[in-house]
């Protein structure tokens, strides 16, 4: 059974930090590039990164570049989202995706398997 699940969300004021975690179970971790994506209320889900089987990352969302940065262990299954100087406009819901292909994609429609989100708040 698939399984992938975010954790480590939170209400946090402006300027300080959150680190995400997803957990996947149920497939070949290794063989999955690794996205998060965010969906802020009233806008359309919007993808922030890819990662790579060796980790290497694309940033698709100029707003988090050089303030969000994402890893992966593959021994754990795991993905991180590590988000400093959060910003009010970085509140939204944060979902983790797993994508099956021979590239890195911001695209939703990409992506194979979902988690259910976690929600980051920001306050100003």
């Known amino acids: 059974q698939v399984q992938v699940v975010e954790s480590g969300g939170g209400l946090v004021q402006a300027g300080e930090s959150l680190r995400l975690s997803c957990t996947a179970s149920?497939?070949?971790?290794?063989?999955?590039?690794m996205g998060w994506f965010r969906q802020a209320p009233g806008k359309e889900r919007e993808g922030v990164s890819c990662t790579y089987w060796s980790g290497g990352s694309i940033y698709y969302t100029d707003s988090v570049k050089g303030r969000f940065t994402v890893s992966r262990v593959n021994a754990k299954k795991t993905l991180y989202l590590q988000m400093d100087s959060l910003k009010p406009e970085d509140t939204a819901m944060y979902y983790c995706a797993a994508r099956r292909g021979s590239y890195c994609s911001g695209d939703q429609y990409d992506y194979n398997y979902w988690g259910q989100g976690t929600q980051v708040t920001v306050s100003s």
């Open positions: 149920g497939f070949t971790f290794d063989d999955y590039f």
